[in-house]
């Protein structure tokens, strides 16, 4: 084999996907099912634990732009993706057993992909490797890869929300609407007077939740805080989150409620919903009395409930190149999670830019630099040049852009955003034209 990459998340197939095009023979190793992590059920690659939802579609988000600059650079993942999608307002939200089963069958029928099941102990030997085992790395793995950075690892916690049967929500109760958006909406909504409210979010303070590991402070990353954790910092701090009414009225009362639940379509058949911004730490009991109490979840039936797990991520720019190979040992990349980004859709671009790097560096060619001005550019420069010292992970976003040209009027956010949008997709061209020059 070229080259060796660990982990079929979807790094790690969109990695080996990618350096198979380009002509490499890509030995994929994946230890699932022979062992699974705290969070994986599946044997299927791709697996998405934490939400089905890839965010925003919009190219005024950062997000939503980095999934196009994927579709033109031709990624397994956003195709899969795109493919597998489900109702969900202006976000991109996938069935995710369909998604994970069209990766899974996309890399096993590749003709230049090995796949070994198997449990690694140690980062393999050989020359060329990528490294794409995810923020779920497990132990013994870990452990070799600590030695090899001489350090410890940095850490945080991410949290899962519950998911409950379609058929056990009261659609007398819940109404369909996204928000600011005409039309049915793509999301179920339970609506909340003060009262309710404030009953909730005293539950959720008084409530009691799994423990963290020994000696570990309770490091959460903001994008995935529990939602008992939110409510502990202060009472309409969740009206103004992930339960704020903006943009929504109950069509029965024809007012807008003082907060609402959302619920998100899981599944193509609509027969599962997730609690959008409801992850947690509860207990399972906890779960059970206290989201049963919410308007229209009296007899809900989960299908799955929330639950925490401990992530870790290297410093990034201590230990990596802007290429993702690592300065201890050439040869190595790491990308996805754990190269210090947050999300789906940014580990799946390190996993592109991993792969694509390794077949130019196969073929004793110099890779190109993505240019600063996309956001597969801007999100490289963020892990080499953050202060180590404070180093966390981070979602793409338009702060890690370069500024625009001096405007001779004050741009609004949104135009700001749109025209980095357009500079970026412009930029990319060349880019992309510069990374498929070898793909057979």
Not at 38 to 50: M, R, T
Not at 221 to 243: D, K, Y
Request: with cysteine; charged share 25%.
């Amino acid at each position: 084999m070229d080259l060796v990459i660990v982990g079929a998340g979807l790094a790690g197939c969109e990695a080996a996907w990618q350096a198979a095009r380009r002509g490499l023979s890509v030995s994929l190793v994946e230890m699932k099912p022979v062992h699974y992590s705290a969070a994986h059920v599946s044997p299927n690659f791709a697996e998405l634990v934490c939400s089905n939802s890839l965010r925003s579609n919009q190219l005024g988000n950062a997000v939503g732009l980095l999934k196009e600059e994927m579709r033109r650079l031709d990624s397994l993942i956003l195709r899969a993706a795109d493919e597998c999608a489900v109702p969900a307002g202006r976000a991109l939200a996938v069935d995710r057993e369909a998604f994970a089963q069209h990766v899974t069958e996309a890399v096993e029928s590749h003709p230049r992909i090995t796949l070994r099941r198997e449990r690694l102990l140690r980062i393999p030997d050989e020359p060329f490797v990528v490294l794409a085992t995810g923020p779920l790395t497990d132990n013994a793995l870990a452990m070799h890869l600590r030695e090899l950075l001489g350090e410890a690892y940095l850490y945080f916690y991410d949290a899962l929300s519950p998911i409950v049967y379609a058929d056990s929500i009261d659609h007398e109760v819940a109404f369909r609407a996204s928000r600011y958006e005409d039309g049915e909406g793509d999301y179920l909504n339970l609506p909340l007077d003060a009262a309710a409210y404030r009953a909730f979010v005293e539950a959720l303070c008084g409530a009691d939740t799994m423990p963290l590991h020994d000696h570990e402070a309770a490091l959460f990353f903001e994008g995935c805080l529990p939602v008992e954790e939110t409510a502990r910092r202060g009472e309409q701090t969740l009206a103004h989150g992930p339960m704020k009414p903006v943009g929504l009225v109950d069509p029965r009362s024809a007012r807008r409620p003082h907060a609402v639940v959302q619920l998100r379509q899981e599944d193509k058949r609509g027969v599962l919903y997730s609690l959008v911004g409801f992850q947690t730490r509860l207990r399972v009991g906890e779960q059970k009395r206290i989201f049963r109490q919410l308007p229209g979840l009296k007899d809900a039936a989960f299908a799955r409930f929330g639950s925490v797990h401990r992530n870790t991520y290297i410093n990034a720019p201590r230990h990596l190149h802007a290429s993702l190979e690592l300065r201890a040992r050439p040869g190595l990349w790491v990308c996805g999670q754990m190269a210090g980004v947050e999300g789906y859709v940014e580990s799946a671009a390190l996993g592109w830019v991993a792969g694509v790097n390794a077949a130019f560096r196969l073929r004793g060619l110099a890779a190109p630099q993505a240019p600063e001005a996309t956001a597969h550019g801007a999100l490289l420069r963020y892990l080499v040049e953050a202060d180590a010292r404070g180093f966390q992970p981070m979602n793409v976003n338009y702060g890690l852009f370069p500024p625009l040209p001096a405007s001779p009027r004050k741009l609004r956010r949104r135009e700001r955003n749109e025209l980095q949008g357009q500079r970026a997709l412009e930029a990319l061209e060349s880019y992309r034209q510069a990374t498929s020059v070898h793909v057979s």
